[in-house]
């Protein structure tokens, strides 16, 4: 969750001023957490608070609308804003990266890749239940899931793969690849960023170096590498304190469970 977090904050100066190079500070003082982090942070509340009578897919529900409402400026595309503010609101066949980016905390959550992915496509069909959306949120989940329990890149890969092709490389794309808010336009990049890195900053350095909505690509790719490599202790350190509020509250009860504090 972490990384995920992380990688929004790093990214968020860039998605409306593209970078295509990896040269970049690390932070800046206009970073900040945007609808990413905020729906991250959801996920993972919604994961505290599952075990009783309300179904996950209810408590979700919840959960995003209440805390979208306290951060009305965190950057929410225009009909998941409307559905922020509808009294039932029902999923919308959105095929969007939104679903991809806040499903990282299932990952840590669940005890097995079964689970993994049942949650993932839960958190996603609230809104997204566009065929791509749910495959979107799964192939991140289950990317985590793998990279946390021990899994090299090969299979990570190859687990991609069954959903989406990775038949590219960063460099072939760099100088073309543009903004691409759909799943099968960013998740695909986002999974390869992480696949081509040698730690975590590299990974949310590749990630922000093609362009396209590097916010997001950040966040997806600093899920996964997050849970392979680790956050050092130093980012940590940079990029912590942009994590605050109820966003904050949140990750640390749910540290405290799933991370070991």
């Not at 996603?124 to 989940?141: E, F, K, S």
């Not at 090299?152 to 190859?158: D, F, Q």
């Not at 350190?237 to 405290?256: C, H, K, N, W, Y």
Request: negative net charge; proline residues 4%; charged residues 20%.
């Amino acid at each position: 969750m972490l990384g995920a977090l992380f990688g929004d904050i790093i990214g968020s100066v860039y998605e409306w001023n593209n970078y295509k190079g990896k040269d970049f500070p690390l932070l800046q003082p206009a970073c900040r957490m945007t609808d990413d982090s905020v729906m991250t942070a959801a996920v993972a509340s919604a994961l505290l608070l599952r075990g009783g009578e309300d179904a996950f897919d209810a408590i979700l529900v919840r959960e995003m609308q209440s805390l979208g409402r306290k951060y009305p400026r965190a950057g929410y595309g225009a009909r998941f804003e409307k559905w922020l503010q509808t009294r039932d609101p029902k999923p919308y066949y959105s095929f969007g990266n939104g679903s991809g980016m806040r499903v990282s905390p299932v990952a840590w959550a669940a005890h097995s890749l079964e689970e993994c992915l049942a949650l993932g496509e839960a958190s996603a069909r609230v809104t997204h239940d566009h065929p791509d959306g749910i495959a979107g949120a799964r192939v991140v989940a289950g990317a985590v899931y793998l990279a946390r329990t021990g899994a090299g890149k090969e299979a990570v890969r190859s687990f991609v793969e069954g959903y989406y092709p990775l038949n590219f490389t960063l460099d072939q794309i760099r100088a073309d690849y543009s903004f691409d808010v759909s799943c099968a336009g960013s998740v695909p990049q986002a999974m390869e960023a992480f696949l081509e890195s040698e730690s975590f900053e590299d990974a949310i350095r590749n990630a922000i170096s093609i362009g396209g909505d590097s916010d997001t690509i950040a966040c997806m790719t600093g899920a996964v590498a997050e849970a392979f490599y680790g956050v050092p202790d130093q980012i940590k350190a940079q990029v912590l304190p942009f994590v605050t509020g109820e966003v904050r509250a949140i990750f640390d009860r749910f540290s405290e469970r799933y991370l070991g504090g």
